[in-house]
T-cell receptor
Framework: GESVGLHLPTLSVQEGDNSIINCAYS??????FIWYKQESGKGPQFIID?????DKRQGQRVTVLLNKTVKHLSLQIAATQPGDSAVYFC?????????????FGKGTKLSVKP | DTAVSQTPKYLVTQMGNDKSIKCEQN?????MYWYKQDSKKFLKIMFS???????INETVPNRFSPKSPDKAHLNLHINSLELGDSAVYFC??????????FGPGTRLLVL
């Protein structure tokens, strides 16, 4: 089975609130993680990545946290906007840094209520 | 403008037919991929080519045959289409070891 999964298949938040999307992985050899956003009818779009030698990385309105002890990854979106509504995927690459197979999790659908 | 482009965007065909999906990237990347996304949104890699050479070939029926005429193109040919082949197929590309960029997808419906 897949080792990358998400705790919540759907998440509904109020516009302006912060969103947290979680992801669990089971392979301790995974050393590179990526969050993708997929809007309806479009391909996955890169949001942010993190390597296993880090535990936090920030982008514009987004923060990724990595907890290697419990093999957990989260994506935090600050001040969620309607344009953030999409399906969010975590993905991992096992071994060899950022090379190799990209293994996707099942995805979380984020709905932003105005 | 989409840096990774796919044609066609929609493909409706009968079971048993043979069809091709084309992918082109103008990013100067050396690695290209094909992914399949099922009705539950699950994304799974099918193939990967680096400098026109196959480097990843997941468990995919041999009815699926990728072809890379050059580094900027990776086409997917599917023989004897089956109902279960209905899905969205995404092409992606990157410089080997860096972030992958995805195309807009080809929605295949087999009737």
């Amino acid at each position: 089975g897949e080792s990358v999964g998400l705790h919540l298949p759907t998440l509904s938040v109020q516009e302006g609130d912060n969103s947290i999307i979680n992801c669990a992985y089971s392979n301790s050899a995974s050393d590179y993680f990526i969050w993708y956003k997929q809007e309806s009818g479009k391909g996955p779009q890169f949001i942010i990545d993190i390597r296993s030698n880090m535990d936090k990385r920030q982008g514009q309105r987004v923060t990724v946290l990595l907890n290697k002890t419990v093999k957990h990854l989260s994506l935090q979106i600050a001040a969620t906007q309607p344009g953030d509504s999409a399906v969010y995927f975590c993905a991992e690459i096992r071994g060899g840094g950022s090379q190799g197979n990209l293994i996707f999790g099942k995805g979380t659908k984020l709905s932003v209520k105005p | 403008d989409t840096a990774v482009s796919q044609t066609p965007k929609y493909l409706v065909t009968q079971m048993g037919n043979d069809k091709s999906i084309k992918c082109e990237q103008n990013l100067g990347h050396d690695t290209m991929y094909w992914y399949k996304q099922d009705s539950k949104k699950f994304l799974k890699i099918m193939f990967s080519y680096n400098n026109k050479e196959l480097i990843i070939n997941e468990t995919v029926p041999n009815r699926f045959s990728p072809k890379s005429p050059d580094k900027a193109h990776l086409n997917l040919h599917i023989n004897s289409l089956e109902l279960g082949d209905s899905a969205v197929y995404f092409c992606a590309s990157n410089l080997f070891g860096e972030t992958q960029y995805f195309g807009p997808g080809t929605r295949l419906l087999v009737l």
